[in-house]
Antibody, heavy 122, light 110 residues
């Protein structure tokens, strides 16, 4: 059974940093792209960042480019999101999502985690 | 402001057929497949329709998708109370070099 489980969320002050992690199991991790998708309180879904199966290609939404860094460790089946210079508008539930293909473009997410809450507030 | 446009709400009575629209542009829906996600209250999103009109295993055939030009639609026939959820369309955008979502449609079963 495919499973993805996020961790690392919490309360952080504006300008601070936080690192999210996602543990994957139940599939050949290195052969699928992975993403982070977030949902602000009472709002819709917003794609944040993605990484190809090998980790050689990364993608970012304009809202986070230059502040967030996505990475993966295929030896440990883990995905990470390093978030720096956090702002109040980054407050959201962050979901880890598995892609249906090796690379990110033009595909879809076929499995999602339950999400981890990130709150940016003083 | 979402790149793809969906109506914020839709409703129907049990047994009815309802449709949810998703409007985009040539850089997204006009040139790339559309996918739909269902988010039940308090839960994570779930893949509902992929590549315009394909259903993953386990999704009832009451759910169907279609695409024409720069618009797409999700249809739900034989509406049931458990269909009450938020529905999101998504597609790759060639100009933004990323995936974009619609703002979501909250479906109420009356």
């Amino acid at each position: 059974e495919v499973q993805v489980l996020e961790s690392g969320g919490g309360l952080v002050q504006p300008g601070g940093s936080l690192r999210l992690s996602c543990a994957a199991s139940g599939f050949t991790y290195s052969t699928y792209a992975m993403s982070w998708v977030r949902q602000a309180p009472g709002k819709g879904l917003e794609w944040v960042s993605a990484i190809s199966g090998s980790g050689s290609s990364t993608y970012y939404a304009d809202a986070v480019r230059g502040r967030f860094t996505i990475s993966r460790d295929n030896s440990k089946n883990t995905l990470s999101l390093q978030m720096n210079s956090l702002r109040a508008e980054d407050t959201a539930v962050y979901y880890c999502a598995k892609d249906e293909d090796y690379d990110f473009w033009n595909g879809y997410w076929d499995h999602w985690g339950q999400g981890t809450q990130v709150t940016v507030s003083s | 402001q979402s790149v793809l446009t969906q109506p914020p709400s839709a409703s129907g009575t049990p047994g009815q057929r309802v449709t949810v629209s998703c409007s985009g542009s040539n850089s997204n829906i006009g040139s790339n497949p559309v996918n739909w996600y269902q988010q039940l209250p308090g839960t994570a999103p779930k893949l509902l329709i992929y590549t315009n009109d394909q259903r993953p295993s386990g999704v009832p055939d009451r759910f169907s998708g279609s695409k024409s030009g720069t618009s797409a639609s999700l249809a739900i026939s034989g509406l049931q109370s458990e269909d009450e959820a938020d529905y999101y369309c998504a597609a790759w955008d060639d100009s933004l070099n990323g995936r974009v979502f619609g703002g979501g449609t909250q479906l109420t079963v009356l």
